[in-house]
């Protein structure tokens, strides 16, 4: 499906910043998705959250699922995505937005339910249940946000932070020998049978950028095709709270994050020749009698 | 053995929690998500056993935390939805049950009690009166409280905790104890509703199919006074229960000058010491809160009407429902309590004894059992201010 | 004596968790609600799922019930020497006492027992097991009991039994029958 061509109506406010570059009226190539709502997003400068907001939106456009899209907003920097996507929303406590999602997607099964959420919500608050959803094998999609900080709250120490990583609540660098090491999900999550899916992209070039939404609807395909719980982790950046410039963050995710996060896909089940994740489940299991027992319901 | 394909109209010999289950499934709930503890543990099983008979869902969850908030998606989808636990789990649904109040989701919530502080005990209790009344996480936020005293009752209960939660799109909770949730009396079921048969939800994240705007569910406003205009609106619906929906029963109450309040598994207690004193010739009566929240203010003004000049609060905890009725009250006429703790039900010869004094003008003891207990509690206060008094 | 009781049975039912007495109990429920009485079945419940001490509390009664917990019974079932120790002094005067003294050995000896309560004692467990009844030793006393205070009618006992024998049990009907006229005919 090719990119929509639509006319472009910008808020007063936004006309009067960049209004002598865009005309009213004129008609402009990529336009916002439909799933993206023209409310503009509090994103800071150089934030991937926005990148991948619309990524999520030009998915869920391509695959012509709005109408039955229900997501679910975590409690972080992206808590007003209810706001900027056009299909229906959920805001959810922190770190519970996988169990919010099971149950939207066990009473509407046909539906399509995604969480996203930050790395504090889902790999400090919410672990056990972005774990348990995984292990269970939801059909649901997960975007993860890792940015190795936590934002909203001002740059406090992430499950994820790096070793020697300076913020608010690790002052004179994250002491791995006092409060251990990051939490690596896509490698965690790789190891559960309920999983399908998992990749890790980031979004600091076009390619990377092409490659993240690739990925993203893979997930949500995935979904759609009932092949079980899909994650894709985005590794991410924080310009406000690491101090950088938007342009030094990118250096900065290249040159410490990238190693320590490398990017690549973890497990696809349907790369490994299965048809979802039940059938690869039963062949890790083939040694054990029980689990593979025929189930008569 | 409890039959549960039975005509509705059949008297059964069931488990109080497994009628909860039952009532639930008839009430057009086909969602449960719960984590196992005692004394609710036969609601689940049978929830398990039954709900995917039906065409239902029932999921064990890795928390009572996670259960809660799948309650809340599914309840945001629009489904009629429960979950169950006992104290200490109904705690870590307390963050869920927020959300829920905070985004208009309705669901029910059974907390089959159990004695406490901590892991406390696990015989039955009425600790988490404050915890259920007073709202069940942070917030301003209230849900009605449905206390069944008997295991129809349990049926009858849960049947209209659904239908409030909906109507009035809120949490509800059904406020159970271990003595009735693991007692069997006989109960004629509700009849079974087809959920289909139930009211749309316009407001529930179904998937917009292009047919309406996007629906959110949502509790979070930056703005204080949106906030304040949403839970001013919560609270005229608030108003709307309170008006509407306030349930007791009254024995003996109509020439009561003594009056027992008791709910749940102490007002089975109190029953039998009522009786005991109207056989002695003592004028009391029995008046049984059904809702604890509404709390049913407008029965006290009804026996106060009638000539109560005494009222005994008669608790499994050390004193909680009290502050109700003394609210209630306002003065009117004394407030005593009495109450054991910790899983141990007072014997309808304790209350009798109390009721005994009270009629004889005696300070009453407040809790048999304990050393010194009256001396640490506060005493009854002295209405009079001092100009009245005289000082 | 019995007659005097007859609008209200007031049964605790104790023993070891696996002899059956809340089975009994729930058999004793049930001729209450084939007769249409106030009825309530309350067990204790505690950590122990087996071997520990079982009791229930059935109450029936033409009144609305107050507490299922019984603190005066005008029966007891009790099945081993602490049920006996502990619910034998609880009977009031009048109530009847049914002692399975294979495991309560000592019977109600050195318990202190009120005066006018019909103490009944033998030997429930070695006789079901003499009689190929193993494990029916619960529904031999349920029969003596019933002899004893006849709070139902025969016929509502039978049928009550019938219908707490699960429906994939069958072959264990005719034994439980078979224990109950044996403690009737005792």
């Known amino acids: 499906m090719a990119q929509p061509t639509a006319t472009i109506t910008l808020p007063d406010y936004q006309q009067e910043r960049i209004g002598s570059q865009i005309a009213e009226g004129e008609v402009i190539k990529s336009a916002r998705p439909h799933a993206l709502t023209d409310v503009v997003t509090n994103y800071c400068p150089g934030c991937t959250h926005g990148i991948v907001n619309r990524l999520v939106a030009e998915c869920i456009d391509e695959l012509g ?120 999900i896509a490698e965690l999550l790789s190891t559960l049978d309920g999983v399908a899916y998992v990749e890790r992209v980031t979004c600091d070039s076009r390619a990377h950028i092409i490659q993240a939404k690739k990925a993203i609807k893979k997930a949500f395909q995935n979904q759609i095709d009932g092949i079980g719980y899909s994650l894709v982790e985005v590794v991410a950046t924080c310009p406000t709270n690491w101090g950088m410039t938007p342009q030094n963050a990118f250096q900065w995710l290249r040159d410490n994050m990238l190693p320590y996060y490398p990017l690549g896909v973890y497990k696809d089940v349907v790369a490994d020749g299965f048809a979802n994740a039940a059938e690869a489940a039963l062949e890790r299991a083939k040694d054990c009698p029980i689990a593979q027992q025929k189930r008569e319901d | 053995m409890a039959d549960n394909t039975q005509a509705a109209e059949e008297r059964v010999l069931m488990k109080g929690n497994e009628v909860l289950a039952e009532a639930a499934m008839r009430a057009g709930c086909r969602f449960f998500f719960g984590y196992p503890i005692t004394p609710q543990t036969e609601l689940a099983a049978y929830m398990a056993k039954r709900l995917p008979k039906i065409g239902g869902t029932f999921l064990q969850a890795e928390s009572e935390v996670a259960a809660i908030n799948m309650v809340y998606g599914a309840g945001a989808a629009g489904a009629r939805v429960m979950t169950s636990s006992s104290s200490p789990g ?302 | 004596m019995a007659e005097q009781f007859n609008h209200e049975l007031l049964c605790v039912l104790s023993g070891f968790g696996g002899q059956g007495l809340l089975f009994a109990g729930k058999v004793m429920a049930n001729t209450g609600l084939l007769d249409g009485r106030h009825v309530s079945w309350m067990p204790s419940y505690g950590p122990e799922m087996r071997g520990g001490t079982a009791n229930c509390s059935v109450s029936l009664s033409d009144d609305a019930i107050g507490t299922p917990f019984i603190t005066k019974p005008t029966a007891v079932i009790a099945m081993n020497q602490p049920s006996v120790e502990k619910f034998g002094p609880t009977v009031v005067p009048g109530g009847t006492i049914v002692i399975d003294s294979t495991l309560a050995m000592n019977g109600a000896e050195g318990v202190d027992i009120a005066e006018g309560v019909n103490v009944v004692t033998f030997k429930a467990t070695e006789m079901a097991e003499e009689a190929g009844l193993k494990g029916l030793a619960n529904i031999i006393c349920l029969g003596k009991l019933w002899a004893e205070t006849h709070f139902c009618t025969r016929e509502t006992l039978d049928a009550a039994l019938t219908k707490c024998v699960p429906a994939t049990k069958q072959h264990l009907l005719e034994p439980n029958r078979k224990a109950l006229q044996m403690g009737i005919d005792l």
């Open chain 1, 65 to 184: 699922i709005e109408g039955r899209t229900v997501g679910i907003a975590p409690v972080g920097c992206s808590v007003m995505m209810y706001d900027f996507l056009n299909c229906d929303m959920i805001e959810a406590a922190h770190g519970r937005a996988p169990a919010v999602a099971t149950g939207v997607k066990r009473v509407h099964p046909d539906n399509v339910v995604f969480a996203y959420q930050g790395d504090g919500d889902l790999a400090s608050i919410g672990t056990a249940e972005t774990v348990h959803a995984a292990t269970r094998g939801e059909k649901i999609t997960v975007i993860f946000i890792n940015n190795a900080i936590y934002g909203m709250t001002g740059g406090q120490m992430a499950p994820t932070s790096l070793p020697n990583q300076v913020t608010q609540t690790s002052p004179y660098g994250r002491d791995v020998s006092k409060v251990g090491y990051p939490v690596r």
């Open chain 2, 90 to 391: 109904v705690s870590l649904k307390s963050e869920g049950a927020s959300y829920m109040a905070g985004a208009d989701v309705p669901g029910v919530i059974v907390n089959v009690e159990r004695g406490g502080p901590g892991l406390g005990g696990i015989q039955p209790s009425q600790s988490d009166y404050f915890q259920a009344t007073r709202a069940l996480g942070h917030g301003d936020y209230f849900m009605p409280v449905l206390a069944p005293s008997t295991v129809q009752e349990m049926a009858d209960l849960i049947y209209l905790a659904f239908d409030l939660a909906d109507e009035y799109r809120t949490p509800a909770m059904i406020l159970a104890d271990g003595m009735i949730g693991q007692m069997m009396e006989p109960v004629t079921l509700p009849p079974a509703r087809d959920p289909k048969t139930l009211a749309a939800k316009p407001w529930a994240t179904t998937g917009h199919k292009g047919e309406r705007k996007h629906n959110v569910v949502n509790s979070l406003y930056l703005s204080p006074e949106k906030l304040e205009d949403t839970n001013r609106e919560r609270f005229e619906r608030y108003e709307q229960i309170k008006a509407k929906h306030q349930r007791q029963e009254l024995m003996d109450c109509d020439d009561a000058e003594i009056v027992v309040v008791a709910f749940g598994a102490a007002s089975r207690i109190a029953r039998t010491a009522v009786r005991d004193a109207r056989a002695k010739g003592i004028k009391c009566g029995l008046l049984r809160p059904i809702t604890l929240w509404p709390y049913p203010t407008d029965a006290i003004d009804q026996v106060i009407a009638n000539g109560a000049t005494k009222f005994l609060s008669v608790e499994l905890n050390m004193g909680q429902m009290v502050e109700d009725v003394r609210l209630a009250v306002n003065g009117r006429a004394s407030v005593d309590f009495y109450g054991r703790t910790g899983g141990v039900l007072p014997t309808p010869e304790e209350v009798l004894d109390q009721i005994e004094r009270l009629a004889a003008g005696q300070p009453v003891a407040r809790s048999a059992g304990a050393k010194d207990v009256g001396s640490v509690l506060p005493q009854p206060i002295d209405r009079k201010s001092s100009y009245e008094r005289g000082e």
